[in-house]
């Protein structure tokens, strides 16, 4: 049994901690739980998931599949995103609380782990190197990064690739202060930092190159998301997508949903769509090639941002208390779970259950 009296004068047991969890909305994101209870709270969390996913076990694939296409035409005409009504946000935080989590790039999303990676800022390296290539990045492009915190390829590029043109789209105004900071240390490489919704950026001129990584997390409809960005580029240019998803079923995250602990930033109404989902998509977008990968990789980039975090709690603790955050150690003690919870949602059933899909675009049609 483990001790938690430093939670509770009493233990809870674990149908408690379940009730609990349902009914704050997310017990495991507040309370200084040990790492096994926490671990515990999220494998229990993704059996119940995955229960839901599939009530109906005598549903054929056709079926499943005909659901999903039905899913993306319930919802043609939704608004471009929804409000921002993540319980959490990377964008809220300041910059040195990040620049001591993530790696030396400030990638904010999964990176990828050869075995020649052996650390968060080898793993960020092989990322853009990787994204670089498949995206055939060159100099002299004109590149738009979207995503809650982008630019992590344009600090790799200033080395690698001078002389590109990065514009940084940052999808919540909050992810402003955090670009602007950057900017200034990009080198040759010359960006500009906006602030919009997808849905009310725009530019006078195409892009060349559009790298959008992670960034449909606040959104119900990724489908006129993606069209719309498709509309940015040049026609030669190319769309590349990073994509979390499940392996087979999409569902949504509710108000209270259980789940949302884990993924703080998912809006409510957001989409977690399913590998079914993007084949649907896919019938209706121009895919030049698409790349899957394991959630393992995920799984190892969780891992290391949360051994930095729970190797700098001091320092972290005191940098969001010289902040504007009104509970800090209640925001890092969210943070340090819900990566936690990231790490085990990941790696479930070795990284085959909630994975990685990379899709490259263009605007010709698909052959």
Sequence with gaps: MFDLTTVRRRPWSSQARLEGMQATGGLYATLPFPTAVVRWGAKRSLRRRLGE?????????????????????????????????????????????????????????????????????????????????????????????VGAHPGSLARWARAEIPGLEVTLLALEPSGRRLLENAVAKLGPTRASVATRTLGDFSSSRGFDRIIAVEALTQVSNPLPIIETMLSWLTPAGRLFLQIAVHWRDSYHFGPDDEHAWMLPEAADGALFPGARYLGELEKRLPVIAKWELSGEHYERTARAWRTRLENQSRELLAILAASDQAHPRRTLRAWRNALL?????????????????????GREPSC
């Design 53 to 145: 996913l599939c009530p109906d076990p005598n549903q054929n694939s056709i079926q499943r599949c005909r659901i999903e296409s039905q899913l993306i035409a319930d919802r043609p005409n939704l608004p471009q995103g929804v409000p921002n009504t993540a319980p959490l946000s990377r964008g809220q935080l300041p910059l040195a609380f990040w620049q001591r989590v993530l790696g030396a790039r400030l990638h904010a999303g999964a990176a990828l782990w050869p075995r020649r990676a052996k650390d968060i800022h080898q793993a960020e390296g092989e990322w853009c190197k990787v994204v670089a290539g498949r995206s055939e990045l060159e100099s002299a492009q004109r590149v738009l990064e």
């Design 341 to 361: 919870a990231q790490e085990v949602m990941y790696g479930y059933r070795k990284g085959q259950e909630w994975c990685l899909t990379q899709l490259l675009l």
